[in-house]
């Protein structure tokens, strides 16, 4: 946390974060038309927290449940006219409700998932933008994650908003006409690894969108406009 607060004194907020390998992995960046970060955590979702926060015009831009507490990220942003989320234990009537989101003109901010013994309950965050929201689209890659299929998704100005563990697969979602103009997905077993590699497209213009981690590995998806 000292570190995230070192950041935000230098104008910079959460983009994205992960758990993985028993680390936090945070990705901090400047964004124009962000004012204020804050974050909030429980055993249970801080429900009260959130709602407290939506009254003050942050929304949630992130948010994940690492085996023990789920851990929310709130913004002050000036984009957004409505936000909600919800939960599932059926996969099924899980994406219908994402289906009807999209219906509604609300685009996936965030999905995770609380594992338990007895059952998985899936969550995501949906927003409605000011403006027209983006068009998003999922697709379910099965078995192992390779880069170029990560890779071939960010086309056409596409970029994957989030890669969501299920079932031996990965649920992706891509969200178009969006100003990104070109993708790199780089990956690695041991998140040091991972940062060389990172460095190295920083290096070159290119911003990291989205980091997940998926099957043991983590994979980090960078774009560039």
Not at 53 to 81: F, H, I, P
Not at 102 to 108: L, Q, S
Request: glycine share 8%; aromatic share 16%; with cysteine.
């Amino acid at each position: 946390m000292e570190n995230v607060k070192k950041f935000w004194g230098e104008g910079m907020f959460i983009t994205d974060f992960d758990y993985g390998n028993g680390i936090y992995v945070v990705v901090m960046s400047k964004v124009k038309g962000w004012n204020g970060q804050a974050i909030r955590h429980g055993s249970t979702l801080p429900t009260e927290a959130i709602s407290e926060l939506w009254d003050k015009d942050y929304y949630l831009t992130n948010a994940l449940y690492d085996g023990q507490d789920w851990v929310v990220v709130m913004t002050g942003v000036d984009y957004c006219s409505a936000q909600n989320y919800f939960s599932r234990t059926s996969w099924t009537e899980f994406t219908d409700k994402i289906n009807q989101g999209w219906e509604d003109d609300r685009v996936v901010t965030k999905l995770c998932c609380e594992i338990k013994p007895s059952y998985n309950k899936y969550f995501a965050i949906m927003t409605r933008f000011k403006d027209c929201s983006p068009a998003q689209s999922r697709r379910y890659l099965k078995g192992r994650l390779l880069i170029q299929d990560l890779e071939s998704m960010c086309t056409d100005g596409k970029y994957i908003v989030d890669v969501f563990d299920f079932d031996g697969g990965a649920f992706v979602v891509t969200a178009s006409k969006t100003g990104w103009n070109t993708c790199k997905v780089v990956k690695s077993r041991d998140f040091p690894t991972l940062l060389e590699k990172v460095k190295g497209y920083w290096d070159k213009s290119y911003y990291i969108t989205t980091i997940t981690f998926y099957e043991g590995e983590w994979f980090a998806i960078l774009g560039k406009k």
